[in-house]
C-alpha cells in the first residue's frame, strides 16, 4: 500500500467516525465502510500495528451492522459482519475448526448489557436468566482438540474457519496439559478454546531484554502473546513463558455409550479445572438476573490493574446449555453471549509540542503534549518521553499522530508514531541546549540518558527539590503542597530546604486564603516533621539514584547522617543492594561540602539526624526480615510490604543469609533459586504468609 493510499483510507475513516459520531451515516456509506474496516482489520489481526482505536473501530463496525439491519437487502458475504477477523498467515499449514470460532459481540455499560438481557429474555421466554460471568481474556484466541485423552492440535482462530496449526508452539506452553482425563466425562473428541497470555512481569522481563539489546518493545502483552505463538521455533516459545486460559467446551463428541455429565457452562469450567486446565474456574461467577451481573463487571474492572496479566472486560454467558442452544448464533457471534468491553487504554492522538521539564537534580525530562484524548477514564493531553534518546529511537516528530497507552497506574506513554500516516509536514524534535528555566548550557555526562543542567541555583531544581522534600514518601509535610510551595518562593518567603524551618508564618499569616488556623496547621506540620525517621530524612535529600528503599538501607547503616560521609565507594558497596552508580552518587554527595553544610544547617534546625534504635512494637515479626518474590495474587506487594513493617518486621531487598523469610507469589525467578541455596532462608507461599500474620489479617 502507498503512502497516498494509506493517507486517503486514514481520511476516510476520519470522516466516517465524524458522521458516525454525528448519527449522519446513510446506506449511501456501506461500502466505505466495509472497506474502511476490511482495512483496520489487517493491520490488526495480520500486521499487529492498528492505526485506530479498538473504540473507534468498534464504532464503526457497529455503524455498518445498524445499516445492514435497517436495510438487509445490502448485506453482502463478505461483509465484515458476517465473518470474524482475518488471522491466517503462510507460515503455517492451516486447520479447520471442528466447530467456528466466532467473536463477540459488545457491550460498553449497564445500558447495553441490560439490552442484552433483555433480548436474551424475549428470545428465550424466560423471565430471568442464569448468567456465567467471567474475565475476557487479553491475548490470542487458540483453539485445542484432545483425542482419546490427548493432544493432538492446537490452532490459531484464523478467519474463525480455518486456523494456523500451531501444534509444536502450543505444547511448549506448560499451562496446557498434554493429556487430559475426559474420557472420565464420557467424551472421546474435545475441542476447547482458549486464550494465550503473557502476565505483566514476564512482558516486562521481555521489552527490557528487547531494549537491552537494542531493539524496540513490544506495545503491549496481547501483541507479544500472539506473535510468539506465530513464531517457528518452539524452543523460543517456550522460554517467553506464555499461560493459557481455557473458557469454552465448543465441541465434543461422546464415547459410545456414555452420556456427557454436565449442562451448563459453569460445569464445564470446573470439569477442566479439574482435568488441569487453567479455566477461570475461581475467577468466575454465576449470577440469576442481569443487575448481579452488572455489579460483578464494575468490581472487576477496578481491581483489573491487581491482576497479574492484562484483561480487557468480561464475558457475560447463559449458563444453560438448552438455552444457549435456542438462542443459537450470528455468522459473527453468539446470541447467548456478550463482552463487557472496559474502558479503553490506547488511543491516538496528535503530537503538538515538547515542553522540557527540569527535575530537582537538573536532568531535562521532554513531555509531549497531545490533543486531548480520553484513555481509561481519563484526559491525558502530556505524556512523558523522559529524555532524547527515546525521541530519537522511536523517531517522534512533531505533529505526528501518536499512539497513547495508559494502563492502570502506570503513567501514560508514547508507543510510537504512527509513521504511515505522515504527510511531510512533521518536523523532527530539536533538544535544547540550554536550560530552560536558568538558560544555562546543558551537559551530557558521558553513559547517561538525559541533559542535565548542573546549575544548582536553577530556580526549576530548587522548587523540584522543595517538592521533593514534603512529599508524602519523605518529610510528610502537609499543608506545604505545590501550589504553596510555588507562592512562597515566589514572594521570596521559601528558597532552600532549611529555608522551610525558619518560614516567617506572620508573613504568610497576611497573604490571602491563609486564616490563623490554616497557619498554625502548617507550623505545627514543619515542626511535626522535624522528628521523622532518619531514613526519611535520607531520601528526602534527593540524593541521585536513592529511593526509598536504598534511603533505609543507608540510614540503617550509621549511627549519624553525617557517618555516611566517611564511608568509601567500597564501603558503600558491601551494603545490601548498593552497586557502583549509587555508591559513586551517595559518596559524592556527602563529599560535598554543599551538602554537609545543609545537613549540619538542618541539624541546628531540630531536625532528626541520628539513627535511635526503634523502640520495640512488640510485633510478632520484630527482628525479622521478609522479601518478596513473584506475583501475589490476594495482596498487592506494597500491602504485603506494609504487614511486615507493621508487625515489627522489616523488607529486606535481596537475597542474603541474612534473610529470614521469602514469599513465593506465582512465577518466581532466580530470587526463588537463590533462596533454595540458603538453608536458613524459609521459604513461604503467598497463603502460608497470610496464615503468619494470623488474625490482624482482613484483606
Ligand atoms: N483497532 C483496530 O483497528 C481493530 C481492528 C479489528 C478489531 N479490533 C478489536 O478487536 C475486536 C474484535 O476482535 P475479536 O473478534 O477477537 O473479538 P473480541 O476480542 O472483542 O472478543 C472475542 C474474543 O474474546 C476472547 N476471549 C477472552 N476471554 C474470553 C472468555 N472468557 N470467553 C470467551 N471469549 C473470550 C476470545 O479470544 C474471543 O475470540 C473488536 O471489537 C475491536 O475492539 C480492533
Not at 652 to 677: I, R
Request: glycine content about 8%.
Amino acid at each position: 500500500m502507498t503512502r497516498t493510499d494509506l493517507s486517503a483510507i486514514t481520511q476516510q475513516t476520519k470522516e466516517l467516525l465524524k458522521k458516525a459520531t454525528d448519527k449522519a451515516i446513510t446506506t449511501a456509506d456501506i461500502e466505505a465502510l466495509r472497506s474502511v474496516l476490511r482495512f483496520h482489520e489487517y493491520r490488526y489481526y495480520v500486521l499487529s500495528e492498528p492505526l485506530v482505536s479498538d473504540f473507534e473501530y468498534d464504532t464503526l463496525y457497529k455503524s455498518l451492522e445498524a445499516l445492514e439491519k435497517e436495510a438487509p437487502d445490502l448485506v453482502t458475504p463478505d461483509s465484515p459482519t458476517q465473518r470474524v477477523g482475518q488471522g491466517l498467515t503462510k507460515d503455517f499449514p492451516t486447520v479447520p475448526h471442528l466447530v467456528p470460532m466466532l467473536s463477540l459481540d459488545n457491550s460498553y455499560n449497564a445500558d447495553d448489557l441490560r439490552t442484552f438481557d433483555k433480548r436474551v429474555r424475549e428470545a428465550t421466554g424466560k423471565e430471568v436468566i442464569e448468567y456465567c460471568v467471567e474475565p475476557k481474556f487479553d491475548g490470542a484466541s487458540i483453539s485445542l482438540v484432545y483425542e482419546n485423552d490427548k493432544l493432538v492440535r492446537g490452532a490459531t482462530r484464523g478467519d474463525g474457519v480455518r486456523g494456523d496449526d500451531i501444534t509444536p508452539n502450543i505444547r511448549q506452553i506448560r499451562s496446557i496439559p498434554l493429556t487430559a482425563a475426559f474420557s472420565a466425562h464420557g467424551i472421546h473428541t474435545a475441542e476447547i478454546r482458549g486464550e494465550v497470555l503473557i502476565n505483566k512481569n514476564n512482558f516486562k522481563a521481555f521489552n527490557d531484554a528487547l531494549i537491552e539489546g537494542g531493539g524496540q518493545p513490544l506495545a503491549n502483552p496481547r501483541n507479544a502473546a500472539s506473535g510468539t505463538l506465530r513464531i517457528k521455533d518452539p524452543l523460543e516459545v517456550g522460554r517467553r513463558k506464555l499461560e493459557a486460559f481455557v473458557y469454552h467446551l465448543g465441541y465434543y463428541t461422546l464415547i459410545k455409550g456414555q452420556q456427557e455429565d454436565f449442562s451448563t457452562h459453569g460445569e464445564t469450567l470446573k470439569m477442566m479445572w479439574d482435568l488441569g486446565f487453567r479455566s477461570p474456574e475461581k475467577e468466575k461467577k454465576v449470577f440469576t438476573g442481569i443487575d448481579a451481573v452488572i455489579e460483578y463487571c464494575n468490581d472487576f474492572e477496578a481491581g483489573r490493574d491487581d491482576l497479574p496479566y492484562e484483561i480487557d472486560g468480561m464475558v457475560i454467558k447463559v449458563n444453560d446449555f438448552a438455552l444457549q442452544d435456542r438462542l443459537g448464533m450470528t455468522t459473527h457471534h453468539p446470541r447467548w453471549a456478550i463482552a463487557y468491553k472496559f474502558k479503553a487504554r490506547q488511543a491516538t492522538s496528535k503530537l503538538l509540542r515538547i515542553d522540557y521539564q527540569v527535575g530537582r537534580t537538573g536532568n531535562i525530562g521532554p513531555v509531549a503534549k497531545v490533543e486531548p484524548v480520553h484513555i481509561g477514564g481519563v484526559t491525558v493531553s502530556s505524556v512523558s518521553l523522559f529524555n532524547e534518546d527515546v525521541i530519537r529511537e522511536k523517531d517522534i516528530r512533531i505533529g505526528d499522530t501518536v499512539l497513547v497507552e495508559r494502563a492502570g497506574d502506570v503513567i501514560p506513554y508514547i508507543v510510537k508514531p504512527l509513521v504511515e500516516l505522515r504527510d511531510g509536514s512533521e518536523t523532527p524534535i530539536v533538544f535544547p541546549t540550554h536550560c530552560p528555566s536558568c538558560s544555562d548550557p546543558l551537559f551530557r555526562p558521558e553513559e547517561e540518558a538525559a541533559w542535565r543542567c548542573i546549575n544548582i541555583a536553577c530556580p526549576a531544581q530548587v522548587l523540584e527539590r522543595l517538592f521533593h522534600f514534603v512529599s508524602k514518601d519523605a518529610m510528610d509535610i502537609r499543608g506545604l503542597g505545590a501550589a504553596n510551595i510555588e507562592k512562597f518562593h515566589k514572594l521570596g518567603l521559601l528558597s532552600s530546604i532549611p529555608g522551610i524551618y525558619r518560614l516567617n508564618f506572620e508573613a504568610i499569616g497576611s497573604l490571602e486564603g491563609f486564616g490563623a488556623k490554616s497557619v498554625e496547621k502548617l507550623r505545627a506540620a514543619i515542626e511535626a516533621s522535624k522528628t521523622q525517621p532518619l531514613h526519611r530524612l535520607v531520601f528526602a535529600l534527593g540524593i541521585r539514584h536513592v529511593g526509598e528503599t536504598m534511603a533505609k538501607t543507608l540510614a540503617n547503616a550509621v549511627q549519624h547522617i553525617r557517618d555516611l560521609a566517611a564511608l568509601s565507594e567500597e564501603q558503600l558497596m558491601a551494603l545490601e543492594d548498593v552497586g557502583p552508580k549509587v555508591a559513586a552518587s551517595v559518596h559524592a554527595f556527602f563529599r560535598n561540602d554543599d551538602s554537609l553544610a545543609l545537613i549540619a544547617e538542618l541539624e541546628a534546625l531540630g531536625l532528626t539526624v541520628t539513627n535511635a534504635p526503634k523502640p520495640s512494637t512488640g510485633g510478632s515479626f520484630e527482628g525479622q526480615s521478609f522479601l518478596f518474590t513473584g506475583t501475589l495474587n490476594r495482596l498487592k506487594r506494597s500491602q504485603a510490604e506494609g504487614l511486615v513493617e507493621q508487625q515489627g518486621g522489616t523488607v529486606a531487598s535481596g537475597v542474603s543469609s541474612k534473610l529470614q523469610y521469602l514469599v513465593v507469589g506465582t512465577d518466581a525467578g532466580s530470587k526463588l533459586e537463590k533462596a533454595k541455596k540458603i538453608a536458613s532462608i524459609k521459604i513461604l507461599t503467598e497463603d502460608e504468609f497470610i496464615s503468619l500474620i494470623g488474625e490482624g489479617f482482613e484483606g
